[in-house]
């Protein structure tokens, strides 16, 4: 591992050491540095660099993927919003950084809407709702009428504000009271899980499925609105009569501000034609992931109103992330 990291931050020194301003009619001329807020091994760093080889091989240029993990996103977005405008500098950002972070922190090193160029919407992330083997029952509305009985003293992990979150729409939904168990990660939930030190839980889908088939978790619930590929036996809580549980984490492309029109609008449609490859989304949906584009102005519009509809809930909880 040590290695292979020495590796992307030699390849990531390299890209970064270019100061050429990118002409429109010429872009890509060199390397495209893709930050990522997370380590290099997960969901969104795959995603990351399965999009980095089919973009590299439309441009003719190689895609490096820039691991900024840490801050809650905050030193990824800072660190792309420093860079030049010049299509050198993509950011994979995911929803907390350009929606949560708002209202979490008091003051943001960054501004979500002025402070960069949104390009758009590639993929979402449903969410599961996992019971233990020290949870009686095996569907949703077990747990559902269980948390009824004992208000207050079901326990829930979480790992992180935005699983919190999500965890707190299901709750508000359902009319329910949970006792909140908070983990550094969603491995930490996992292990939670199997050792029966909490009896639910709302997390990532990826690395569960081995654990429902062998019968060591419960696979109660997603919080897609449909069914998804990589569980499609379990229900989705809108399927169930929970239409407001929707909670879905999704990543989106950005830019630094002021970025050319013509470069935006070419990443954008080759964006598009990426995320329509048949094996891509075959290799997204192996990650419980739902490839999707949506362009910048519906990425605006998701930005703002996910903001507004979370403020309320991360006061209401006192969630202060500095």
């Not at 168990?181 to 199997?194: C, E, F, I, P, T």
């Not at 839980?201 to 062998?214: L, R, V």
Request: charged share 20%; glycine share 8%; net charge neutral.
């Amino acid at each position: 591992m040590k290695k292979i990291l020495k590796i992307i931050a030699l390849t990531t020194l390299a890209v970064c050491t270019h100061t050429a301003h990118a002409q429109p009619g010429q872009w890509p001329e060199r390397s495209v540095r893709l930050i990522v807020p997370f380590a290099p091994g997960g969901t969104a760093d795959a995603m990351a660099r399965h999009l980095a080889v089919k973009l590299g091989e439309l441009w003719g240029q190689s895609v490096v993927v820039d691991n900024r993990p840490g801050g809650n996103t905050l030193i990824a977005a800072s660190e792309a919003r420093r860079a030049k405008p010049d299509g050198y500098t993509l950011f994979q950002s995911i929803n907390s950084t350009l929606t949560i972070n708002q209202s979490a922190f008091s003051k943001l090193p960054y501004d979500p809407i002025n402070d960069f160029t949104h390009i758009g919407f590639i993929a979402s992330v449903p969410l599961i709702v996992v019971g233990s083997q020290s949870l009686p029952g095996e569907t949703i509305e077990d747990l559902i009428s269980l948390a009824k009985s004992q208000p207050g003293k079901v326990t829930m992990g979480v790992a992180g504000v935005g699983m919190q979150l999500a965890a707190e729409k299901f709750l508000r939904d359902t009319d329910i009271k949970v006792q909140y168990v908070n983990y550094k990660s969603g491995a930490d939930v996992m292990r939670g899980l199997l050792s029966g030190e909490i009896q639910s839980g709302i997390d990532g889908i990826p690395a569960y499925p081995p654990f429902f088939e062998n019968g060591k978790l419960k696979a109660l619930a997603t919080t897609s609105p449909t069914r998804t590929a990589a569980l499609p036996k379990v229900r989705s809580l809108t399927e169930v009569g929970y239409t407001n549980s929707e909670a879905p984490v999704w990543h989106a492309i950005v830019a630094p501000s002021g970025l050319p029109d013509a470069i935006k609008d070419k990443v954008a449609a080759d964006l598009q034609t990426v995320l329509a490859m048949p094996d891509l989304k075959k290799q997204t949906a192996e990650l419980g992931l739902i490839a999707e584009w949506k362009d910048a102005a519906a990425l605006l519009e998701l930005i703002n109103a996910e903001a507004q509809e979370l403020a309320p809930m991360v006061k209401d909880l006192d969630i202060k992330l500095d």
